[in-house]
């Protein structure tokens, strides 16, 4: 679903429809889940800025860090626009989380262009990646194309990609380190532990408590442990 081209007859967009869920009683988080690079304008990311109930977070397609590629996916943006629209969000909040859709191998994605897109990702000020392989499905256009990449080095950008995911995950995670965030707890008990997540979306735990389910709680991020995963201290709760 392209949120970003949401409209209406009375010529309502989706800013307008952003301004209108935040003010919205009773719901305390809005995330914008996915948002096409081209349709994510100035005037959200301001907003989103400024605004108490949607958080700093966006999930931004990119799917290729190459230009040839982007064109050849016809995507409706290049590269460096992409990159202004990770700066200005940045500039305006620099906790903010980022993650990135990318597509790896996809017909006649060569090593240049892997490389190139690989660069270009490794320099971008981002926090993750949702990394996918390029599969074949009958009836694209894709589908007809020459240069098809082989499987088994498919698979091999996909493992350099994730393998960069984490590394950037993790500089996230640890630019927060000692710091105070929200968490919104949810309700599963693993292992006599609970998770949540922060505004800027950073994972954390914490011992398991069920005054805690569903709650916002303010906690300070203690650690990052052996399972890569930042154990946080809820601010207002006396040890048992």
Do not use: W
């Not at 490794?122 to 392989?133: A, P």
Request: hydrophobic share 35%; aromatic share 10%; charged share 30%.
């Amino acid at each position: 679903v392209n949120i970003g081209d949401f409209r209406t007859e009375k010529g309502e967009n989706f800013l307008s429809l952003i301004k209108q869920l935040d003010k919205v009683d009773g719901i305390e988080r809005f995330r914008i889940s996915s948002i096409e690079p081209n349709l994510l304008t100035d005037e959200i990311i301001e907003f989103v800025s400024a605004s108490n109930k949607f958080v700093p977070h966006f999930h931004i397609p990119l799917q290729s860090g190459s230009d040839k590629i982007l064109k050849l996916m016809r995507r409706r943006y290049l590269r460096d626009l992409y990159q202004n629209r990770v700066m200005k969000i940045k500039s305006l909040m620099p906790h903010c989380s980022i993650g990135v859709d990318v597509i790896v191998g996809f017909p006649g994605e060569s090593d240049q262009d892997f490389s190139d897109s690989y660069q270009f990702i490794t320099d971008l000020d981002v926090s993750y990646l949702h990394v996918f392989t390029y599969s074949e499905r009958e009836h694209t256009e894709a589908f007809s194309m020459n240069d098809i990449i082989p499987v088994s080095e498919r698979k091999r950008r996909n493992k350099m990609l994730r393998i960069l995911s984490q590394k950037k995950l993790q500089h996230f995670y640890r630019q927060h380190l000692g710091q105070f965030h929200k968490v919104m707890f949810e309700t599963e008990n693993k292992n006599g532990m609970l998770h949540g997540f922060t505004e800027n979306y950073i994972k954390v735990k914490t011992f398991y408590d069920p005054s805690l389910v569903r709650q916002v709680e303010e906690v300070e991020l203690n650690y990052i442990d052996d399972d890569q995963e930042v154990i946080c201290k809820v601010k207002n709760l006396e040890p048992a």
